[in-house]
Each structure stands twice: as structure tokens, then as C-alpha cells.
T-cell receptor, first 110, second 115 residues
Framework: EDQVTQSPEALRLQEGESSSLNCSYTVSGLRGLFWYRQDPGKGPEFLFTLYSAGEEKEKERLKATLTKKESFLHITAPKPEDSATYLCAVPAGSQGNLIFGKGTKLSVKP | NAGVMQNPRHLVRRRGQEARLRCSPMKGHSHVYWYRQLPEEGLKFMVYLQKENIIDESGMPKERFSAEFPKEGPSILRIQQVVRGDSAAYFC?????????????FGEGSRLTVL
């Protein structure tokens, strides 16, 4: 059965303290791995899609990387506005049918 | 360009009542997806619809839940005879087809509370 596991569940950082979030997946034939950000009371907001091992994508202070078994979301010198829950997901079945992990709740303190 | 619009944002129902949640996709998007987010759980896929067609309903509970996306008007997720376990945030997403990045555009959700 396809699965997505994210760790840690929660991460508290000081402003400027870099770290990484992990997303481990078990799928039969990866057709992409997605990262989303979700703010409290809001819907998820798309960040990145990665398709093959070794691929990297960057956006501001975020960089996503992909291996054959896991993906990392690296956060460099985070700011309080980066506080959110970060979700990763993999496709299962039809377009738009995604398996989401439970997310990592990131808090960045000034 | 307005985003995905969901209403109502909050809905309170008593056990046994019906809940209707509406979703208008982004302009130009003809594909709609419904997800449910239970407390302390991840987002779970429910159904994928195109205009007048259900493409994938593999995540829909077999009873009490139905979805439609008519030729005119919003997509509707209908929950009949609600129970306390239906309390959750229901998110709608839309996409163009094909979607170059696989990106889904999510609405802000409808939060259902069953008393």
C-alpha cells in the first residue's frame, strides 16, 4: 500500500536557524512528489513538484530535494512568516488523487 | 483571477440533517477534487469530477456521501444524515488539464461541525 510519512510532526526554530523536514514515501512507481504549505484555517498552497531522484527545486528560503525513498524540504535562515504546516504528497491513481502525509508543523520564533 | 471559492466556510448541523458544500473552481479549470481533513489526520482524497462526470470516487464513503459537478453552477458535495464523525474540514481543489506541474489549487475549505 502506498504511504507517505513525514517527520518530525512539529519543529520549533529560532529565526535564522536552518533545518530540514523529511518526507518518506513508499509507492509503486513514483509519478511525482509534491510539497504544499498550509496556514491555519486555510487550504494548502502549492510549493514544488519533483519528478526524479536527484532533482532539486528552490523558492526563496526553501529548497526541496528528492531521492528514491524520501524527499527533504530544507529551510535556510527561516523567518517567522515561514511558520506553517508543510505537507508532502504523492499521486495515487487518477489525476488529483494524492496521498498526503500528516505534515510537519513549523514554528519560527523571532 | 479569483481563486477556488467554497461556501459556506462554516456549517453546523445536528445529527441526521443534510449538509451541502459548494465549490466554484478557478476560472478556466474544468477539473474539481474534494478532500476531507479530519482532526489530527492528513488530507484524504474523496472524489474527482469533471463537468457532468465523476472520474474517480475511490475515496468516497459508500453511503450518505455524493458529489456532482453540473454543466452550470458549482460542484456540490452532499452529506446525508450527518453523524458526529463527519465533522471535518472539507477542501475543494481545481486544476486545468493537463496540469503541467500536477498542481492543485485549493479553496479555503468548509468546516462542518455536527452536534
Amino acid at each position: 500500500e502506498d504511504q507517505v510519512t513525514q517527520s518530525p510532526e512539529a519543529l520549533r526554530l529560532q529565526e535564522g536557524e536552518s533545518s530540514s523536514l523529511n518526507c518518506s514515501y513508499t509507492v509503486s512507481g513514483l509519478r511525482g512528489l509534491f510539497w504544499y504549505r498550509q496556514d491555519p484555517g486555510k487550504g494548502p498552497e502549492f510549493l514544488f513538484t519533483l519528478y526524479s531522484a536527484g532533482e532539486e527545486k528552490e523558492k526563496e528560503r526553501l529548497k526541496a530535494t528528492l531521492t528514491k525513498k524520501e524527499s527533504f524540504l530544507h529551510i535556510t535562515a527561516p523567518k517567522p512568516e515561514d511558520s506553517a504546516t508543510y505537507l508532502c504528497a504523492v499521486p495515487a491513481g487518477s489525476q488529483g488523487n494524492l496521498i498526503f502525509g500528516k505534515g510537519t508543523k513549523l514554528s519560527v520564533k523571532p | 483571477n479569483a481563486g477556488v471559492m467554497q461556501n459556506p466556510r462554516h456549517l453546523v448541523r445536528r445529527r441526521g440533517q443534510e449538509a451541502r458544500l459548494r465549490c466554484s473552481p478557478m476560472k478556466g479549470h474544468s477539473h474539481v477534487y474534494w478532500y476531507r481533513q479530519l482532526p489530527e489526520e492528513g488530507l484524504k482524497f474523496m472524489v474527482y469530477l469533471q463537468k457532468e462526470n465523476i472520474i474517480d470516487e475511490s475515496g468516497m464513503p459508500k453511503e450518505r456521501f455524493s458529489a456532482e459537478f453540473p454543466k452550470e453552477g458549482p460542484s456540490i458535495l452532499r452529506i446525508q444524515q450527518v453523524v458526529r464523525g463527519d465533522s471535518a474540514a472539507y477542501f475543494c481543489a481545481s486544476s486545468p488539464h493537463p496540469s503541467p506541474t500536477g498542481e492543485l489549487f485549493f479553496g479555503e475549505g468548509s468546516r462542518l461541525t455536527v452536534l
